[in-house]
């Protein structure tokens, strides 16, 4: 069983266009992350959701909207894309965020191009 | 302003060899420092970590080597093979409750190791 999957995995789409990228864990975890990780393959968090609620949010243009519906899912809505945006992003998991030391379990990637 | 520098970028290391993989830190709060193995098209998992009340830890192959005075930390694999090859990344953590850090990672730039058979 996978324990943290995203949808889709693959999202090609024109500048301008809203898209929407899907994560689940089945790990029992309290906390949800999305990373972005750029053509040279540094990777940034930019939100964190801890049991439905934001925890960490980086300096992250208002375009992207995180949701997190119960604990085990958290979506990334993206509003009018722009070129920049291509990466890869990467949702992860941990058990815990009220302390360091927590393994976070990552996603296999939405691999994002816009034209 | 990046945190936490990796280095080198990239590394070729022949069959048994040993790899080495640099980082450094600036921020003294971190307790907590990871390295994550990224296969290509994968997402990253973590291979060890460590917290700087020790100076080594050791895992199979895999070492991490940490001086908190110098603020470096490195990951020694030793008898490198073909199956290591892959991109690592450090990260580092702190706790800050008041703050915006909740024990996010801050990851270095990553080192893409190509060992040949």
């Known amino acids: 069983d996978t324990a943290v999957s995203q949808t889709p995995k693959y999202l090609v789409t024109q500048m301008g266009n809203d898209k929407s990228i899907k994560c689940e864990q089945n790990l029992g975890h309290d906390t949800m992350y999305w990373y972005k990780q750029d053509s040279k393959k540094f990777l940034k968090i930019m939100f964190s959701?801890?049991?439905?609620?934001?925890?960490i949010n980086e300096t992250v243009p208002n375009r992207f909207s995180p949701k997190s519906p119960d604990k085990a899912h958290l979506n990334l809505h993206i509003n009018s894309l722009e070129l920049g945006d291509s990466a890869v992003y990467f949702c992860a998991s941990s058990q815990l965020i009220y302390r360091t030391g927590e393994t976070q379990y990552f996603g296999p990637g939405t691999r994002l191009l816009v034209l | 302003q990046q945190q936490v520098k990796q280095s080198p970028q990239s590394l070729i290391v022949q069959k048994g060899g040993i790899s080495i993989i640099n980082c450094a830190y600036e921020?003294?709060?971190?307790?907590?420092f990871p390295w994550y193995q990224q296969f290509p098209g994968k997402g990253p998992a973590l291979l060890i970590a460590i917290r700087p009340d020790v100076s080594e830890k050791k895992e199979g192959r895999f070492t991490i080597s940490f001086n908190k005075s110098a603020k470096q930390f490195s990951l020694h694999i030793m008898d490198s093979q073909p199956g290591d090859s892959a991109t690592y990344f450090c990260a580092a953590s702190d706790f800050n409750a008041g703050g915006t850090s909740y024990g996010k990672l801050t990851f270095g730039q990553g080192t893409i190791l190509t060992v040949h058979p």
């Open positions: 921020n003294t709060a971190f307790d907590y």
């Open positions: 959701y801890n049991n439905k609620e934001l925890i």
